[in-house]
């Protein structure tokens, strides 16, 4: 019930805000990638500028998310190769349980 109370208070507005941006930017724009002839570009897009906007946002959300994603390779690498460690310590300390229990009966010392 909390999720989705705060999903509410977090996801209308921001639904608001977008569409609200949406509206007071839909009007055409030509995004032109010829430098060369800009009156008759090559390669265009006409696009409202909203998308545009959004585009760019996107594509910075992904930079960045690829950029920290990078960054923390060493500690995924180190988490990786500490797992495998427990994993074998795990596997020794029940193959020693196992010889234990086996070899219990004359590994104690008799009683006095």
Same mark, same amino acid.
């Given at each position: 019930?909390?999720?989705?109370?705060?999903?509410? *208070?977090?996801?209308?507005?921001? /639904?608001?805000? &977008? &569409?609200?941006?949406?509206?007071?930017?839909?009007?055409?724009?030509?995004? /032109?990638?010829?430098? &060369?002839?800009?009156?008759?570009? !090559? *390669?265009?897009?006409?696009?409202?500028?909203?998308? !545009?906007?959004?585009?760019?946002?996107?594509?910075?959300? %992904? &930079?960045?998310? !690829?950029?920290?994603?990078?960054?923390?390779?060493?500690?995924?690498?180190? /988490?990786?190769?500490?797992?495998?460690?427990?994993?074998?310590?795990?596997?020794?300390?029940?193959?020693?349980?196992?010889? %234990? /229990?086996?070899?219990?009966?004359?590994?104690?010392?008799?009683?006095?």
């Amino acid at each position: 019930m909390l999720k989705k109370l705060f999903n509410l *208070l977090i996801f209308i507005p921001l /639904a608001v805000v &977008i &569409i609200s941006i949406a509206v007071a930017n839909s009007h055409m724009v030509r995004l /032109a990638l010829d430098p &060369i002839s800009p009156e008759t570009p !090559f *390669l265009a897009i006409d696009a409202p500028f909203f998308a !545009f906007l959004f585009g760019a946002l996107l594509t910075g959300v %992904l &930079i960045g998310g !690829f950029a920290a994603w990078s960054g923390q390779s060493k500690w995924r690498n180190a /988490a990786k190769l500490r797992s495998h460690e427990a994993q074998e310590w795990r596997k020794e300390a029940e193959r020693l349980s196992r010889e %234990l /229990a086996t070899n219990a009966p004359s590994a104690l010392p008799a009683p006095k």
